[in-house]
């Protein structure tokens, strides 16, 4: 159950951003994505998740979807709030949400977006931004063009989750958008308990992302995480440091990372950024499978628990 908006939403959901985007950074041809959207309904999967920022996701996204029922699916979106990713200070016009919003609802084909959010808030700059543009999206909400909100964090620059760990009280908020995973796993010491104490849906994002997808990346990671003092050299082989997380329930490090990122109770769906329907097949199969073993999970939350890093 998304939090308090009653949606039921499938516990494995599809992302059009992050560093597959859809395929748009590998050229997927439009069948591919078509077959990969409805080999996900098949699957069981009614939550996909887009934005405005996320080149032509939302377009494609919605091509895909024409011919599927309304009531069959979920839709996320979310508008930019700064003119770039760089200036988180550099906001635009209120009515500009106005625009993004009927821009997107005219790229997706579609009347009302269930889900609208606002994409990266800075911690910095949170009350500005509620002040900014809470009036504009309270207004589209009325006249019936998004159902419910949701907000949305850089977890580049805030590893630790102070501005939803604010903003979640607050209660403007029916959802929001955070990176748990075994890299990032901060959010479960104040965050998720906070959600289920408000009744607010999360949606997990980049749990896997690039570290955990790419054994190099891995490996050079936790070189700078000994270097700056967040491990200890035993903590963690340097070759391979991960590995001991393959077993019979988990085939490989990025099926074991899944599963981590969907067991708290309070994250509502883990979104999966792949554009390949076998890796989806893959990380439904992680998913829905028993969890990792306890005493894996232990040792996760001894040596990665403490971190918050952006660099991740
Ligand atoms: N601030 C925000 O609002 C924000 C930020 C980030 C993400 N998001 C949302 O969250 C969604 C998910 O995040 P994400 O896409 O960054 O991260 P993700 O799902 O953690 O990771 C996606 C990456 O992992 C690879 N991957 C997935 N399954 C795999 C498998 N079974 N085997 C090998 N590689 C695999 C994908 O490549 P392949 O395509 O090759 O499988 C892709 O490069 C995004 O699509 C987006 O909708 C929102």
């Not at 209120?94 to 997107?104: G, M």
């Not at 949606?203 to 700056?228: G, S, Y």
């Amino acid at each position: 159950m998304l939090g308090r908006t009653g949606l039921d939403v499938s516990l494995v959901s599809l992302g059009t951003g992050g560093p597959s985007g859809f395929g748009q950074s590998r050229g997927a041809t439009s069948e591919e994505q078509y077959a990969l959207v409805h080999g996900a309904l098949d699957m069981g999967i009614n939550f996909f998740d887009t934005a405005a920022g996320y080149r032509k996701s939302e377009e494609l996204l919605g091509q895909t979807l024409k011919d599927v029922p309304r009531d069959k699916y979920i839709l996320a979106s979310k508008c930019s709030l700064t003119t770039s990713f760089q200036d988180y200070s550099d906001f635009l016009p209120a009515e500009r949400i106005v625009e993004q919003c009927e821009q997107s609802l005219a790229r997706l084909g579609l009347d009302v977006i269930d889900v609208y959010q606002l994409h990266g808030v800075h911690p910095d700059y949170y009350q500005e931004t509620v002040e900014r543009f809470y009036p504009v999206l309270d207004k589209l909400r009325d006249q019936g063009k998004i159902r419910f909100l949701g907000i949305t964090e850089t977890f580049q620059v805030d590893p630790s989750h102070k501005m939803l760990e604010h903003a979640v009280p607050g209660g403007l908020w029916d959802t929001i958008m955070v990176k748990y995973g075994i890299l990032n796993q901060t959010a479960a010491h104040r965050l998720l308990p906070l959600c289920i104490e408000h009744d607010v849906g999360v949606l997990n994002m980049a749990t896997v992302r690039v570290a955990l997808a790419t054994p190099e990346a891995l490996t050079n990671l936790v070189a700078d995480w000994i270097e700056k003092g967040f491990l200890t050299p035993n903590d963690l082989p340097t070759d391979d440091p991960l590995g001991w997380l393959v077993d019979d329930v988990s085939p490989n490090v990025v099926a074991a990372s899944y599963k981590f990122g969907a067991e708290p109770p309070a994250i509502s769906t883990v979104l999966t950024g792949t554009a390949n329907l076998e890796h989806l097949r893959e990380n439904v199969e992680a998913i829905l499978g028993p969890g990792l073993p306890e005493e894996k999970k232990q040792r996760l939350a001894y040596v990665l628990g403490h971190i918050a890093d952006g660099g991740v």
